[in-house]
């Protein structure tokens, strides 16, 4: 495609609910990174998947959260048992070794 | 103390005003990254740089690599340069991104 793509733009789900977040990379970039960020905070770093390596997860806050990337391309970033202070703005970003190109974001809101 | 500092947290500009933004930032890194991002919208790169000065219309950056520091310089702003700008920075090819704060600039008529 032409950019990174998100879906969907906006999420609301209820507490304890599982949500699953979705970016499409630009075609042929390797690399793919999921960012969070939180209402008034910067930019904080979730994962980073390069392409058959396994992926730095250091970011990730808590195991409710997990992100996989099928066959090199899409990624699904799944959070279970949503909580408040998971209501943020997920990014993600994908490069082919250079610039970053980011998604317009998923905004969620967990009541 | 956060690995990119960037100042000022938030700036006022007057139509015209020549503005700068400083990143400081306290690890190895390979690249420096510009970042804008609109209110409601989503992020932008406006440079990557490793050395020297880049230009791209009204916008400069800069990076002293020795002094571990970079600027971000706007001649002749205009109110649609408004937004954040964020500072990043990656330690090597394709890594992750480490973010500054950000600067919030308004700049009015």
């Known amino acids: 495609g032409a950019g990174v793509s998100q879906s969907p733009s906006n999420k609301v789900t209820e507490k304890g609910k599982d949500v699953e977040l979705r970016c499409d990379p630009i075609?042929?970039?390797?690399?793919l990174y999921w960012y969070r960020q939180s209402l008034g905070q910067g930019l904080e770093f979730l994962i980073y998947f390069q392409g058959n390596s396994a992926p730095d997860k250091s970011g990730l806050p808590s195991d409710r959260f997990s992100a996989e990337r099928t066959g090199g391309s899409v990624s699904t970033l799944t959070i279970q048992r949503t909580q408040q202070e998971d209501s943020a703005v997920y990014l993600c970003?994908?490069?082919?070794?250079?610039?970053?190109?980011f998604g317009q974001g998923t905004r969620l809101t967990v009541v | 103390k956060n690995e990119v500092e960037q100042s000022p947290q938030n700036l006022t500009a007057q139509e015209g005003e020549f503005i700068t933004i400083n990143c400081s930032y306290s690890?190895?890194?390979?690249?420096l990254h510009w970042l804008q991002q609109h209110p409601g919208g989503g992020i932008v790169s406006l440079f990557m740089l490793s050395s020297g000065k880049k230009k791209h219309g009204r916008l400069i950056a800069t990076i002293n690599i020795q002094e571990k520091h970079s600027s971000l310089h706007i001649t002749a702003s205009h109110p649609r340069d408004s937004a954040v700008y964020i500072c990043a920075v990656t330690a090597g090819t394709a890594s992750k991104l480490t973010f500054g704060t950000g600067t919030r600039l308004q700049v009015t008529l």
């Open positions: 075609s042929g970039h390797t690399a």
């Open positions: 690890v190895g890194i390979s690249a």
């Open positions: 970003a994908s490069s082919s070794g250079a610039e970053a190109f």
